[in-house]
T-cell receptor, first 113, second 116 residues
């Protein structure tokens, strides 16, 4: 069965600092992996996704994530945090052939001025 | 292209009532999924519809049901509401939901349901 674990329900960084949000997954077949962002009172917006091919995936707003099969990880990073990055971030996994996406519990990112 | 729309955006009901939520997917999208989001349980998959058929189902009681119409619009219904049903209900659409290429889901803004 698939599962997703996001380490840290809250992460706080200073503006301009590195953002690192951790995600580990479990899947019996090669997974598709996603990061979504949710701003208050809004739905989820896709930041980036990994399907096949290059393991370093670049997304919107300067975010990127690296798929590491040996570590079953898909951590999200951004070199320099901006105040507008403050939001909740969700890592998710799905398997081909059956559309059922499993989401992690979410990590709320705080950005300090 | 218009995004996923959900109506109503906010809803207040009392225990024992029933509620119907609506979702209009992006034009051309045939798969619609529903999720429940609560502070305690996070985002949980309810069910997914494709071509008017329920293809996948999460672990929710039978009080939660849905349907999809020929134009891909979808509704979900919750009968005999309980306090614990208070949540943000999110709808997501995708082209055909096969996930063959890690298909992207596009989410609506959600319907916030409060059960008193």
């Amino acid at each position: 069965a698939q599962s997703v674990t996001q380490l840290g329900s809250h992460v706080s960084v200073s503006e301009g600092a590195l953002v690192l949000l951790r995600c580990n997954y479990s899947s019996s077949v090669p997974p598709y992996l996603f990061w979504y962002v949710q701003y208050p009172n809004q739905g989820l917006q896709l930041l980036l996704k990994y399907t096949t091919g290059a393991t370093l995936v670049k997304g919107i707003n300067g975010f990127e994530a690296e798929f590491k099969k040996s570590e079953t990880s898909f951590h999200l990073t951004k070199p320099s945090a901006h105040m507008s990055d403050a939001a909740e971030y969700f890592c998710a996994v799905s398997e081909a052939g059956g559309f059922k996406t499993i989401f992690g519990a979410g990590t709320r990112l705080f950005v300090k001025a | 292209k218009a995004g996923v729309t959900q109506t109503p955006r906010y809803l207040i009901k009392t225990r024992g009532q029933q509620v119907t939520l609506s979702c209009s997917p992006i034009s051309g999208h045939r798969s619609v999924s529903w999720y429940q989001q609560t502070p305690g349980q996070g985002l949980q998959f309810l069910f997914e519809y494709f071509s008017e058929t329920q293809r996948n189902k999460g672990n929710f009681p039978g009080r939660f049901s849905g349907r999809q119409f020929s134009n891909s619009r979808s509704e979900m219904n919750v009968s005999t509401l309980e306090l614990g049903d208070s949540a943000l209900y999110l709808c997501a659409s995708s082209l055909d939901g096969t996930g063959g290429a890690g298909e992207t889901q596009y989410f609506g803004p959600g319907t916030r349901l409060l059960v008193l």
